[in-house]
């Protein structure tokens, strides 16, 4: 007499299936770094805000609007730190976490609207894969989807009509960073037709926030496709 | 009865007292005199005429973070590094005036620029020079902070040094003689910076990006 193989392999494979289909999908990991902090203050705002201050209260407001979008994420800072905090501390930090974005917020009183800031570094596009990475110039190797990644968030603050302007700077955890990374800089509103607004006004912050969720749930989906095609 | 030797020693002090007062009289008019002449505008040294050549800034746009070329007639001395650093205070002297488009506050902004044999030429490529500009503490402590308004002058430096000393490959910073990790508190001055062409115009993000 044969054993029963068919019908236990079916068994079995229905068991995979089902236990597949009960596994969570994993989150989209964005990793969030709320620029500056202790010692370090940053710019001095309008108001005696200090810009250390406005970006942890600005990575609250969007950290909020991420959770509540399903992404997952990963903060360097949710308080003023007691002690010096480098750059190269919070790029080690993104680094071993392999996040799917990184942003670096930062807020300032030159210039108008929202600087979306991509590595200035020229693309490496690495023949060889073990070719050892320098720690300076990280950040080479992701610029094609680092500038995607900006387009995507320039989008965005478009649709909500916010005046943006992409550009690229040498900044540092920027440039230390393997993943897509783009810095945010929010700079005060001012229109020709109205008064100004400042950058510590909740209002645009929240729909700077708002903006930037919606990039990244699309910037999700392309991910995805792409995933899929492979 | 006053004794005569108070008299004599009297009369002497009241003489000296007039004398003091009549010289100082003839000091006052003398000063006035001097002070109230007008300034004298003969010509003493033959002028030295400089001539001027056109040399092209690049100046910085915070409102659109553009750095356009412009052109503009100036006198430079003949040595490259003194022409250098002649040429970054013209262009950062530029910022500080009124109604600029890139606000600095005025100021010594460069206190040398030295030019030396580029230790890490890029392969295949001439040797060029490194250029190392020495930045004045007090420019530094009254930039403005921010990841835009800094880059934009760190690339209206390039643009300017490159258009002007082509000869010169890459650029470093230093703040008061010492390497310093920012401008003011964002753009990297660790950075070793390409001298390159840096006028740009960003574009406005397209909906048919891959």
Redesign the interface.
Known sequence: MKPPFKPIAALLLTLLTAAQAQQPTPRTLIFLDPAHGGLDPGAHLPNNVLEKDLTLAFATRLRAQLSAAGFALLSTRDADPAVPFPTDQRAEIANHAHPAACLILHATSSGSGIHVITSSLSPNTLDDPHATIPWNTAQSASIPQSLALANEIGLALEHAKLPVILSRAAIRPLDNLICPAVAIEIAPLTPSDSDATPVSDTNYQQTVAKAITAALASWRSHLAAVGAQR | MIPRYQRILFWSLAAACLLMVAFLLRGYGVARKRLGAPANDAPIAAPTTASTEDITLYLAN????SITPATESLSLPQDPAIRARTLLDHLLAAYARPNSAHPLQAGPAVDDVFLLPDPNPAPGEQPGQLAVINLSGGFVNNH????????LT?QSIIGTLHAALPQVTTIRFLVGGQPH??L?????LL?N?PATDTAAK??????N??
């Open positions: 915070d409102a659109d973070a403005p902070s921010g990841v835009q308004v800094e880059a760190i990790d920012t003011a508190g964002h753009a990297d950075h910076y960003p574009t406005p993000p397209t909906e990006q891959p």
